[in-house]
């Protein structure tokens, strides 16, 4: 049927073509089954993702036997049943690694992405860029989604107009006076690195010398005074504790220090006299009682035994909100839980896993420690507590993934590389008049219109990727260090993967293979104090990496720290020209892990929402419910196109009459065609 439709020429383009698909998950998936059955055989997938339950009601070529198994491998092995003829190479890696450099890109004759994140997609994106690959993006976020189609030169790339930033919020809002459900959970994300992770990466960690100012350099021993600092930070770091009995001790003098004394410590500093409502702290006597209720569970736990009575085990949990004694219950469990895991490690002679633990909304153990955790935080704070189910979807930046969208993008997507394939076995060049985006709507146009193609933009003069490779940095150079610079602006805001620092011909930082060891007694220096004559005002910086064959030129400006707004630019530096902008924010509903750049808690610190951030430009009601459990779909919408002529309208909601859940929709700013 495809052969009768097509020249010979195009039939052939598609069957001897060699196609790379970034990502398996909801939209992957649909992508690698039509890709098989429209003739396409030679085809490579990359995923670092193992399936979960959660993604069995949309990403059909999965099912429960496939639980746990890397998405990769299983994805290719269930399309190519669809087509015996076709080879699928699967790579259960992240695309980020060094083995997909430009040179691995240079081989295919397109690649079609499917990735759940703005970080992986820049870097895809650049990597076809420099490779001179045809790149398709492609995302969907609830009923709306698009295909837009990249050829280096001829059209915008993904980076050409600013996408969603992660969310921030000021480091006293989070640790003094929160307001909403996520500055609770937040604050829990922040208590699980301070007890299980890497404790001076949290912002609620103090260091001895200053605990108004946490250092991550400071020593974090038990050695170290904490008379001056939070009264919790005595309990941070697991004893030497041999007991149930002994952990039952443990774990009243850590919650009442949390729940109650820090609590109590700021209201007689007079922290909220003039809040409309004074927090109260948990009851000393609630924590005794529901310490010593748990004994027993204490006991199995400490033992060995999982398959305990706790608020997690019970029939309907996830989507119960637990009340103050069932939460304290549960954080029980869950350190009781750590703390067996950690000694039995010690005694099997393997690597102890405390002090490393890294939050996963999907690892059972963190979720149910940060929904236990932050709702004891609002029941303080009076703000509403959530469930297990809402607060995930919250912590894990999930967004509602709708299958008959994924597979309406997915289909748009494959019919989009028969097009650009069938132009090249005709001879003929990309351009963006003819290689159109297309974009699905919730609601249809005037014209009645669902899916509305609009030419695709031209590359926009200020991108840095792809067309002007010079950005103006404003930021304070006498504070800030060379580690925060490569931290948080080149690797956080250009989003570089190895990057070399240049002033003039001096190599003053470099990442890779040949990187020079002894370049890293700089990362604590100050700007303003670097090798080389230091980054001053006016000072040209250059930035390079070689992963992804891109060289930006930097122009520093000073600004000192107290000029930024701590709540206008709470990431403390400006970066004009840049496609990474800052100004739009990500969805107010949901927050992943909460990184701090140091773990200093001044006011131009904040703690980012959203690690793994969709890239959708919408935002959501903060206690919006969603249906869907996991965000391999949740993709970056860029302005919807519709030449209807309507600006910007306001948000609409409603429900669907077969589904419970409820859905956001945003009709954004359409540009001129």
Not at 54 to 78: C, D, G, I, Y
Not at 382 to 396: C, E, L, N, R, Y
Not at 453 to 470: K, R
Request: hydrophobic content about 35%.
């Amino acid at each position: 049927a495809l052969e009768s439709r097509l020249s010979p020429a195009h039939s052939s383009s598609i069957y001897t073509s060699h196609v790379l698909v970034v990502g398996a998950g909801g939209i992957g998936c649909e992508v690698l089954k039509n890709l098989v059955m429209v003739g396409f055989k030679k085809i490579d997938t990359i995923d670092l993702d193992i399936i979960d339950p959660s993604n069995l009601n949309r990403q059909f070529l999965f099912r429960p036997e496939h639980v746990n198994h890397p998405k990769a491998t299983v994805a290719a092995q269930s399309a190519m049943a669809f087509n015996p003829d076709a080879r699928i190479t699967a790579y259960h890696k992240n695309v980020k690694e060094p083995e997909f450099s430009v040179s691995f890109f240079e081989k295919y004759d397109l690649v079609l992405n499917a990735l759940d994140n703005v970080d992986a997609r820049r870097h895809v994106n650049r990597l076809c860029l420099a490779s001179n690959t045809p790149l398709i993006e492609s995302g969907t976020t609830g009923y709306i989604g698009q295909i837009m189609p990249i050829v280096k030169g001829e059209m915008e790339c993904y980076e050409c107009r600013p996408k969603a930033t992660a969310k921030v919020y000021p480091i006293c809002t989070i640790r003094s006076t929160p307001d909403k459900p996520v500055h609770c959970i937040v604050w829990a994300k922040e208590l699980f690195k301070l007890l299980l992770g890497p404790t001076a990466e949290s912002m609620l960690f103090e260091s001895a010398t200053n605990p108004d100012n946490g250092d991550a350099t400071s020593s974090s021993s038990s050695t170290a005074s904490y008379s001056e600092s939070s009264e919790y930070m005595k309990y941070v770091g697991f004893p030497e504790i041999q007991t149930s009995a002994s952990l039952k001790d443990y774990t009243r003098l850590l919650f009442v220090a949390i729940f109650h004394t820090e609590v109590s410590k700021q209201i007689e500093a007079g922290v909220y006299k003039t809040s409309k409502k004074t927090p109260q702290p948990l009851d000393v006597e609630c924590i005794d009682r529901m310490c010593s209720a748990c004994a027993p569970l204490l006991n199995s736990l400490s033992s060995g035994v999982t398959t305990v009575d706790r608020p997690s085990s019970v029939k309907g949990w996830e989507r119960r909100v637990w009340s103050v004694d069932e939460s304290l219950a549960e954080l029980v469990a869950c350190v009781a839980e750590v703390w067996h895991s950690s000694r039995q490690a010690k005694e099997e002679g393997k690597d102890d896993m405390l002090g490393s633990y890294v939050f996963d909304k999907d690892y059972r153990m963190s979720m149910c420690f940060v929904t236990a955790a932050s709702n004891l935080r609002s029941s303080i704070f009076d703000i509403p507590t959530m469930s297990f189910h809402d607060a995930k979807g919250v912590a894990g930046n999930i967004i509602p993934a709708i299958a008959s969208t994924n597979a309406i993008i997915a289909g748009l997507q494959v019919a989009q590389a028969m097009q650009l394939l069938g132009k090249k076995s005709r001879g003929e060049t990309f351009s963006k008049e003819t290689c159109k985006a297309v974009f699905c709507q919730r609601f249809p146009t005037r014209r009645g219109y669902y899916l509305q193609p609009v030419e695709s933009a031209p590359p926009s003069e200020s991108c840095y990727v792809c067309n002007s490779n010079q950005q103006t940095l404003e930021i304070d150079t006498t504070s800030c260090t060379l580690g925060d610079f490569v931290k948080r602006v080149i690797k956080g805001k250009l989003g570089l993967v190895e990057p070399s620092v240049m002033i003039g011909a001096s190599v003053i930082y470099e990442e890779g293979d040949d990187m020079d060891d002894s370049l890293l007694m700089h990362l604590s220096t100050t700007l303003e104090s670097c090798p080389a004559g230091g980054i001053c005002d006016g000072s040209l910086v250059t930035v390079e990496d070689f992963v992804q064959d891109l060289k930006i030129t930097v122009l520093v400006r000073h600004v000192p720290a107290d000029e930024f707004d701590p709540e206008k630019c709470p990431e403390g530096f400006r970066m004009s020209g840049s496609s990474s902008s800052s100004s739009t924010g990500a969805s107010t509903s949901s927050t992943t892990a909460a990184t701090t750049s140091s773990s200093s808690s001044s006011s131009n610190q904040s703690v980012p929402n959203g690690d793994s951030s969709s890239g959708a430009d919408v935002k959501k009601d903060e206690e919006e419910e969603e249906e869907e459990e996991d965000d391999d779909d949740c993709c970056m919408i860029v302005d919807d196109p519709s030449p209807s002529g309507e600006q910007e309208v306001s948000r609409k909601r409603g429900r669907d009459d077969d589904d419970d859940d409820v859905m956001e929709v945003l009709e954004v700013k359409r540009p001129a065609i």
